[in-house]
């Protein structure tokens, strides 16, 4: 499958930017996806995941503030993001596991294919 990841931009402290995932080749309904992110000089975090049955995982940061969804008529997935804060600034990237996972896994290293990153800048 191949990941293609846009929606990101410069928004300021408080604002709300919306994440879009877009899958090819095989339908993302198929796999475990998540959202991580990187900041400069800073890991890859992971901020979410959806399964294949659409339960979700928030890391803790974003937990309350973000949500994850998947659209399977459009095969994409997304990340809603409210009430953004400066830390939020980063390198957001989307990534599946293997197809034959069902479970959620917060490491970045447990993801097998990931798209180019789409970058969120949240200005105060």
């Known amino acids: 499958v191949q990941l293609q990841a846009s929606g990101g931009g410069l928004v300021q402290v408080g604002e709300s930017l919306r994440l879009s995932c877009a899958a090819s080749?095989?339908?993302?309904?198929?796999?475990?996806a998540a959202w991580f992110r990187q900041a400069p000089g800073k890991e890859r975090e992971f901020v979410a995941a959806?399964?294949?049955?659409?339960?979700?995982v928030y890391g803790d940061s974003v937990k309350g503030r973000f949500t994850i969804a998947r659209e399977d008529a459009k095969n994409t997935m997304y990340l809603q993001m409210n009430s953004l804060k400066p830390e939020d600034t980063a390198l957001y990237f989307c990534?599946?596991?293997?197809?034959?996972?069902?479970?959620?896994?917060?490491?970045?290293?447990?993801?097998?294919?990931w798209g180019q990153g789409t970058l969120v800048t949240v200005s105060s």
């Open positions: 080749g095989r339908s993302l309904s198929n796999y475990v």
């Open positions: 959806i399964t294949q049955s659409s339960s979700t």
């Open positions: 990534a599946v596991r293997n197809p034959s996972v069902t479970v959620i896994h917060r490491t970045a290293r447990s993801y097998v294919s």
